[in-house]
């Protein structure tokens, strides 16, 4: 039976993938509201049980690219790459009324340029406690901070190492879950209750994954406000990181 379904896998590898991943999704929100009650969000816990299952892979293969190395599971290599990934950011603009966009004005411009600006200092000011001295590596860990995919792109640009890299990627990953599971468990005290508040609050915090998973936690509609914001963030941060900041830190440095 084996030998008969895994080259049926192997060939059809990103259909694999998708089922797996809905098969994954399917059981962490059953836990989410099991467990939890709701209070963390099902993506949460799929993000968790993903890391869990790419560490494994690699525990099994010695490889390097997590569950994909398995043949069977190849397709998630593909499905969880740039390509789908920033497909999925573009279509979160979908649900965005312009016109609550507009009503936000230069707060939500400031909410951006704040959050970037204090996600690099404190990404950098942990860099520096670490011991990381070189104007690179801690522009890097401050881009990581502020998302896991400004981080690698700064990093990149500016000839980082592959160890200064992949920490400003994990950096990213655990501000992603922070923001995803403490959503909902401050929204009340901040008002996040409104589309305004959720543009704002998409560009403080920046990583679309986070603001998007937390703001579905906490209303649904408010996911795509949230979530364009967020969206200028990685972009903007994406663009200041290997230039302006870059710049400014090694001028302190």
């Known amino acids: 039976m084996i030998k008969f379904i895994e080259p049926l896998l192997i060939e059809y590898s990103l259909i694999t ?21 709701g209070r963390v969000h099902g993506s949460a816990v799929a993000i968790l ?8 892979g690699g525990l099994v293969t010695e490889g390097k690219k997590g569950l994909a190395d398995i043949p069977a599971f190849a397709g998630v290599g593909l499905m969880g790459g740039a390509m789908l990934r920033d ?30 600006l204090v996600s690099f200092i404190m990404g950098g000011c942990v860099a520096w406690a670490f011991g990381f001295r070189d104007a690179v590596s801690i522009t890097t860990l401050g881009a990581g901070a502020a998302t896991f995919i400004v981080g690698p792109v700064t990093g990149t640009a500016l000839g980082a190492s592959s160890e200064v890299i992949a920490l400003s990627i994990a950096a990213g990953l655990v501000k992603s879950i922070l ?24 560009g403080l915090m920046g990583t679309t994954s986070g603001v998007a998973g937390g703001l579905a936690a906490t209303d649904p509609k408010l996911v795509p406000y949230g979530a364009m914001t967020a969206t200028f ?6 663009l200041l990181g290997p230039s302006v900041m870059y710049f400014l830190i090694r001028s302190i440095v």
């Open 17 to 37: 993938a998708f089922a797996l991943i809905g098969l994954l999704v399917w059981i962490s929100y059953i836990l989410s509201g099991r467990l939890t009650r």
């Open 49 to 56: 049980l993903g890391l869990g299952l790419a560490y494994a």
């Open 87 to 116: 497909f999925a950011i573009v279509a979160t603009a979908m649900g965005v009324h312009l016109g609550e966009l507009r009503k936000t004005g230069s707060v939500g411009v400031l909410s951006l340029f704040t959050g970037i």
């Open 179 to 202: 923001v995803m599971i403490g959503t909902p468990w401050v929204a009340r005290s901040i008002g996040l209750n409104n589309p305004r508040t959720a543009l704002i609050f998409g």
């Open 233 to 238: 963030y990685t972009g903007l941060g994406c």
